[in-house]
């Protein structure tokens, strides 16, 4: 027992060290964060549960890194060739989990910075937090290498020159992936569309659902999924539907020939006065005309504009308006026409006797 006492005296310091901590980290993910949790609902700080999620795994992965760096610290003294290492360990240990979790709080850029970026004035979009997302992630790997570098004095100088004579060759090899970069930002600053918007670019007609670095992903109407690269996009027409204030109506009514004068005009005059009217439509911009003696009917134009500019108010409104028509063209007696055509025999006995 005396023998075994004396194996492990020289050990409780460490022992004891590395529990404290392993406690420390039980607490912290037990204890500490339900209370902070249970503060932030209090006072209903409006990001405070990202925060939490983004540097909790940092912070526990950092209490294990102390509570082995203490175990060795303190423990005989043939460790102590160990400590300058150790201690360079445990300072870039640190400096990781810190990164790790700016890293991670990167990715509420949707909420914290973009939510800073609008009380100063700067309207933000879906899109713009998707490359500021981005953009913080790099700034932050490129940060963290940095500091970790010189924590265990690497001249980064020499990496520095590298990486700008390597620039000009990575420049002429990706620059189909910058083109479409620059394209993003030209898609950002000019905002042609945002998430959402219904929209038809480079042939392709769908719901714009996440704008990228590299491309901008639509979602046709058939359910596909399409992904344009951005440099197309910037240098190529790009309707946007969803920002259309109104939309145009036109049809066109074949009426049949056995219309009167009188009735075609009496019924114009009645479905002109109802469109003028209609509180879904504008009414300075209403056109009812008799315009062709066609084939096979009188057409009568019709054009219009609605007062909304979703796809299904739309429908709603052609559909009653069509409806109303069917009811004026009962009240008036007339009818629409349907092609047709009159074939005439001839009688072979008929043109004998006449010679």
Not at 155 to 181: M, P, Q, R
Not at 223 to 229: G, S
């Amino acid at each position: 027992m005396e023998d075994l006492m004396s194996i492990l005296t020289p050990w409780l310091p460490s022992i004891g060290a590395f529990c404290f901590f392993t406690v420390l980290r039980y607490l912290h993910k037990n204890v500490l964060l339900n209370l902070v949790r249970r503060i932030n609902n209090i006072i209903s700080f409006k990001h405070g549960e990202d925060l939490l999620d983004a540097f909790e795994s940092p912070i526990n992965a950092m209490l294990y890194v102390l509570a082995i760096y203490s175990a060795f610290n303190l423990a005989p003294t043939e460790f102590v060739r160990l400590l300058p290492i150790l201690d360079k360990v445990l300072r870039s240990s640190i400096v990781l989990c810190f990164f790790w979790g700016l890293y991670n709080v990167s990715d509420t850029t949707h909420g914290i910075m973009l939510d800073t970026l609008e009380k100063v004035g700067i309207r933000s979009e879906e899109a713009l937090s998707n490359v500021c997302s981005t953009i913080l992630r790099l700034l932050v790997v490129v940060l963290c290498f940095v500091t970790i570098a010189k924590e265990w004095n690497y001249d980064i100088t020499g990496f520095i020159a590298s990486l700008s004579i390597g620039s000009v060759a990575v420049a002429f090899a990706a620059k189909d992936a910058l083109a479409n970069v620059f394209g993003s930002l030209v898609i950002i600053l000019d905002k042609p569309f945002k998430i959402g918007d219904w929209v038809m670019a480079n042939n392709v007609e769908g719901i714009v659902e996440k704008v990228s670095f590299r491309s901008t992903c639509i979602r046709t109407f058939p359910q596909e999924l399409v992904y344009i690269p951005n440099s197309l996009l910037s240098n190529t027409p790009i309707i946007n539907y969803t920002l259309r204030e109104k939309r145009r109506i036109t049809f066109t009514l074949g009426l049949t020939y056995s219309t009167t004068a009188e009735h075609l005009e009496h019924f114009i005059a009645m479905l002109k006065s109802y469109l003028e009217h209609n509180p879904k439509i504008y009414d300075d911009d209403v056109r009812v005309h008799f315009t062709t003696y066609n084939g096979s009917s009188l057409d009568v134009a019709v054009a219009c504009y609605a007062r909304t500019g979703s796809q299904v108010e739309y429908l709603d409104i052609l559909q009653e308006i069509n409806l109303k028509v069917m009811t004026l063209m009962k009240e008036e007696g007339v009818s629409c026409a349907f092609p047709s055509q009159s074939i005439y025999f001839e009688n072979p006995l008929t043109q004998k006797e006449d010679k």
